[in-house]
């Protein structure tokens, strides 16, 4: 916010999107509880910038994946999905002592820190920002999304805020449908192996927000800390 | 030893493990410390037994004058401890250290109100005695 000028606005509609995506889903436990830019303005402050509805839900639940070879997933009931690459780590210097984020490097401390997994990612694929058809990023707090979208390379550094308040993360219509479940912010919190869930469902065509033709979608894990990330394909 | 008190009684005391014993120890007579490699210079906080830039375990005390500036901040308005409920809005913040090499310090800005705190801005250490032989260093603008 201080080296870009991202807004309270613009996180809030991030945690507008994702509370409309899970408007859909049965499963979502905010899924009947609609939100606007102003009642986003309106929540309480907790951590200045975190309002209330920047803030993820804490929740208890449970999720499972399974994961076999291709071979083996050829014969399960249930069509599978592609794990194209996966990639885990951070920056140098990212975790620099047990207060992980006081004492990063200047050049990475307004980043998620996500950078050096999202090149390994691509590399291993063969694929690029452009080739996601739609993505689950890890969203404990609002403005850690957009850190992640900067860090995987779908828009420039500090125009996150922006990206995201131009509709990007929308479905239908945005460039890059994002938590189509509602995410931790509006589904559940179950530390983001939900997303890799509703990637899964992307995949299969069974999302309640699905997009049509899904061919790849990426999954990761949480920005601000040593991180993890997935690339999905449609099988 | 001063006697002001910015935060309350029940909030959880320092705990020194053995490498960052010698740190307390300073603050309790309000020297602030950094801690350096003594291969490289490399600086670092908080203390811990290896350099992160060069992998040597030799290492010695730092002292520091107590001033910088203001790197990045929150505002809290939550009392995440129930005491702290007559504190807030409390604001923590994160120094550069003048003359440590870049390191950062995570501590609370006090005698202001939290809306002027900003990045960039001057403080100075103000120490927050707790008992015999624990202090806490805070900062107040400079």
């Known amino acids: 916010m201080h080296l870009y000028g991202t807004t309270s606005e613009q996180m809030g509609h991030i945690a507008v999107t994702f509370r409309t995506h899970a408007a859909r889903n049965p499963r979502a436990v905010m899924g009947q509880r609609p939100m606007t830019l102003a009642d986003h303005q309106a929540s309480p402050m907790i951590a200045d910038p975190f309002r209330l509805f920047d803030c993820c839900l804490e929740s208890d639940g449970a999720c499972a994946v399974v994961v076999t070879t291709a071979e083996r997933a050829r014969d399960c009931r249930r069509r599978p999905v592609a794990l194209l690459a996966s990639a885990q780590g951070t920056v140098r210097g990212y975790g620099w002592g047990p207060f992980a984020t006081v004492n990063i490097p200047d050049e990475s401390f307004a980043t998620g820190g996500g950078t050096g997994v999202a090149r390994r990612l691509w590399a291993q694929a063969g694929l690029n920002p452009g080739d996601v058809d739609v993505a689950q990023i890890y969203d404990h707090f609002s403005g850690l999304v957009i850190l992640s979208l900067e860090d995987f390379g779908f828009c420039a550094r500090g125009e996150g805020g922006p990206f995201v308040a131009g509709g990007a993360l929308a479905w239908p219509d945005g460039v890059l449908p994002t938590n189509t479940h509602g995410g931790s912010l509006s589904e559940a919190y179950i530390h983001g192996l939900n997303h890799v869930v509703e990637g899964v469902r992307q995949l299969r065509g069974e999302s309640t927000c699905q997009v049509d033709g899904a061919d790849v979608c990426l999954v990761t894990s949480a920005a601000g800390v040593p991180t993890s990330a997935l690339l999905l394909g449609r099988q | ?142």
Not at chain 2, 35 to 42: A, K, S
Not at chain 2, 68 to 87: K, N, W
């Open chain 2, 1 to 142: 030893m001063s006697n002001q008190r910015w935060f309350p009684d029940d909030m959880p005391p320092p705990a020194a493990s053995r490498e960052t014993l010698g740190w307390w120890q300073a603050a309790a007579e309000h020297r602030l410390l950094v801690q350096r490699c003594t291969d490289c210079g490399q600086t670092r906080m908080p203390p811990g037994p290896l350099c992160p830039a060069c992998r040597s375990f030799n290492r010695a005390w730092q002292e520091v004058s107590g001033h910088g500036t203001v790197y990045t901040y929150t505002i809290v308005h939550r009392a995440y401890v129930p005491s702290l409920a007559d504190t807030l809005p409390y604001v923590v913040i994160v120094v550069e250290l003048d003359g440590s090499g870049g390191v950062r310090l995570t501590s609370n800005l006090v005698d202001a109100d939290s809306a002027v705190v900003h990045v960039g801005m001057a403080v100075e250490v103000a120490w927050e005695d707790l008992g015999p032989g624990v202090a806490v260093p805070r900062f107040r603008p400079a």
